[in-house]
Structures are given as structure tokens and as C-alpha cells.
């Protein structure tokens, strides 16, 4: 989950998705580094220890969607132990290098203790995002029926957004080629409109030439 947030992924990108371009992101596609160290590749060069104390992930694009085939994106430490695209990307690597899983293997494979191989699906991500919004107090003013596994890819637009990060950034990250991705960041989300009609009162004032 914040592997899509951070890097603004599309379901097929992260998730064995179903009706989505499927691209996921692989083990080989992932690497790092450790302060002025770089791993190109994570999983066949990085210790354990390596892993841990990584600085900055990258992704490496292949066929994924508007995306330049061997170019990077890349994301440094988020500062918090769990809600960060290095430690949750190199938590995906670790596990994969324990079960020595093939170099092609695709993130979202997991395996379970008795070694059975399985891979989690846009629908887990889906009805994992609604039951926690059912959690939160007025479920944020979203309906959780809204809610989907592509909604981390927007969620992460506007937390960007909300950050003051300029939208042709934005843009970039997200590989978003058109303004189609202004549809995802919703106008009507308190910090955005805080003050504007103070703003726009006392800033209407003028006389045309």
C-alpha cells in the first residue's frame, strides 16, 4: 500500500490486478542506496544490514504505462519506520531474498511460512482500504464504495498537492501526460480552500484599464 502511495502507482503496477495494464514492478527493477553507495540492483547486492539502512529506493520503469523504459523513480526516506516507500519497497525485497525468489518475481508475491507462493490482488487492496475506512469518524467524506485499489494513486497526488508541491510536479511523479490527473485532485478538500473567499473578498478590489 505504500509503495503505490509514494510512487503513485497504478493497481497493475503493484497488485496482480484484473481489467488494468499489467506491468508490476519486479525484484530486478528495484535499487538503492546506502549514503553514497548505489545498489542498481537490490536484491542480489544488498546485505540484510545494506537493506536496513538504505537512504533511497528507486524503481526502474519497464513497460509500465507512460513510463521511459530504464528510467528511474526514486524516493528517499519518509522519516517514519512503517508509512515510507524505502523501508516498505526494501521490506518487499528482504522478504523476497529470504524466500530466494527469482529476479523477475514481481513485488506484490509473497509467500507464506509453509512456502506456498502467493500474490496479493487488487481486490485484497480494495476491500482492505474500505473496511479501514470504516474506522475513521465520517470516513473522511469519502463513501467507502468509492474507495478502490487505484485510489492510493490519487491519494498520493494530493497529499502531494496539500504539501504545496506545484502540480506540474505532481504531474511528473505521477507520469500523468494531460491535466487528467486534476480530476484526481478534488478542489473541494478543506486545506485547499481554506481562506480563499477571505482571499478572494479583500483581493477583489481593482478597476479595469
Known sequence: ????????????????????????????????KVGARSF????????PSQLLAATLCTLTFTAQKNGVKGEKL????SGHAEACPVRATLRRVAHLKLHNAPASTPLHVYY???????????????????????????????HPDKIAARSLRSSGAMALLLAGVEPDKIRIVGRWRSDAMFRYLHAHAEPLVRNN?????????????
Open 1 to 32: 500500500i505504500w509503495i503505490a502511495f509514494y510512487y503513485l502507482l497504478r493497481p497493475g503496477e503493484y497488485a496482480n490486478a484484473t481489467g488494468d495494464a499489467k506491468h508490476p514492478f519486479r525484484l530486478q527493477d528495484v535499487g538503492m
Open 40 to 47: 542498481q540492483h537490490a536484491h542480489h547486492l544488498a546485505t
Open 74 to 77: 526514486s524516493h528517499s526516506t
Open 112 to 142: 507464506e511460512a509453509n512456502g506456498a507462493r502467493r500474490a496479493v490482488s487488487s481486490a485484497m487492496i480494495t476491500s482492505l482500504l474500505r473496511t479501514a475506512t470504516l474506522t475513521i469518524p465520517g470516513h473522511a467524506g469519502v
Open 197 to 209: 473567499a477571505r482571499l478572494m473578498f479583500t483581493g477583489g478590489h481593482y478597476t479595469l484599464l
